[in-house]
C-alpha cells in the first residue's frame, strides 16, 4: 500500500523533479495548452494509457484547449510517490 508523503517530501519532489506542477491541498495539479481541442483529447488519451498502466489516475478537466490533471492517492487521504511517479510519466508526454 501507498504510504502518505511528508510535507518535505512533496516540496523537495516539485521543487527538483515536477516544477511545472503545483500542490492544491492534498492534491498536485498541471495545467497544459494544446494547440486545438482534438490534440488535447489526444493528450488525454495518451495519459489514460499512461494511467491504466499504472493503475493510477488522475482526474482530468477539459477546457476548449487547457487540460488540467490532478493527482492524489485516495487511499491514504493525500499524496504518495504513485502521485510523483505519474506525473513524472506525464510530463514526458506533454513534452512529445
Do not use: Y
Request: glycine share 4%; aromatic share 6%.
Amino acid at each position: 500500500m501507498a504510504e502518505l508523503l511528508t510535507q518535505e517530501e512533496i516540496d523537495r519532489a516539485l521543487a527538483s523533479e515536477l516544477p511545472q506542477w503545483r500542490q492544491d491541498g492534498d492534491t498536485i495539479t498541471r495545467s497544459v495548452k494544446a494547440a486545438s481541442f482534438m490534440d488535447g483529447i489526444r493528450l488525454v488519451q495518451r495519459v489514460a494509457e499512461v494511467a491504466e498502466d499504472l493503475d493510477h489516475h488522475p482526474d482530468i478537466d477539459i477546457r476548449w484547449t487547457t487540460v488540467r490533471f490532478t493527482l492524489s492517492t485516495h487511499a491514504v487521504g493525500g499524496l504518495s510517490e504513485n502521485d510523483f511517479i505519474c506525473a513524472a510519466k506525464c510530463d514526458a508526454l506533454f513534452e512529445l
